[in-house]
């Protein structure tokens, strides 16, 4: 990578990370593009050099942030050696996903407040993610990894990720109406019957 193309690097990352502490110090309806720009050390006219708009930053934000949670997570999966079934790769992931919220719940607010499965999907599928880390492709060679077959790939992943995150916001936050340790059997226990009933 060349000098120039490093500094564009280091605008762009900059950009994001004051945007993200910003936004989770003042709110994302109270902070400005300028106020962004200006706290990267930036003009507002380079923010517009890598974003459209607010809203295209966030979504690349979220897209950066997801990221970061899947590569974890998909990491500690890698590092298991044991044959795991399906179910056990996607709670697993699960599990790990939880434990990086779990310890980092201001990321969690952010997330959910701005996260959909609709938002989840189109910042992932972003071409620039997709370089780095194609999830959708990853989350399929996790599924078909034993020889199985699947109704509705997409809406098994879909439920899961709607499950997850509906279910665990208020339980990491507020422990209501249990804690994260109470509710993990559980929750293990749906993500099991979700797979059954989507596997062919």
């Not at 990491?75 to 795991?84: M, Q």
């Not at 609709?118 to 034993?146: C, F, T």
């Not at 422990?175 to 929750?187: A, F, G, I, M, T």
Request: with cysteine; charged share 30%.
């Amino acid at each position: 990578m060349g000098k120039a193309e490093e500094n564009k690097q280091k605008k762009r990352s900059a950009l994001l990370s004051h945007a993200f502490s910003l936004f989770l110090n003042k709110g994302i309806s109270d902070t400005t593009i300028s106020e962004i720009a200006e706290h990267a050390g930036v003009g507002k006219g380079t923010f517009y050099f890598y974003f459209k708009d607010k809203e295209d930053l966030i979504e690349k934000l979220i897209a950066q942030k997801a990221e970061q949670l899947f590569i974890h997570a998909l990491n500690k999966l890698n590092s298991h050696t044991e044959e795991l079934s399906v179910e056990d790769k996607l709670i697993l992931i699960a599990d790990d996903l939880l434990e990086q919220l779990n310890k980092d719940k201001r990321l969690l607010k952010f997330l959910n407040k701005n996260l959909n499965y609709g938002m989840y999907k189109r910042a992932l599928l972003r071409e620039e993610v997709k370089n780095e880390m194609d999830v959708s492709a990853m989350y399929h060679q996790i599924i078909e990894s034993n020889g199985s077959k699947w109704k509705d790939a997409e809406l098994m992943l879909y439920t899961i990720v709607e499950l997850v995150g509906g279910t665990c916001h208020s339980i990491i936050l507020n422990n209501d109406p249990v804690d994260l340790e109470h509710y993990r059997p559980y929750l293990y226990d749906c993500i099991r019957k979700i797979v059954s009933v989507f596997r062919a």
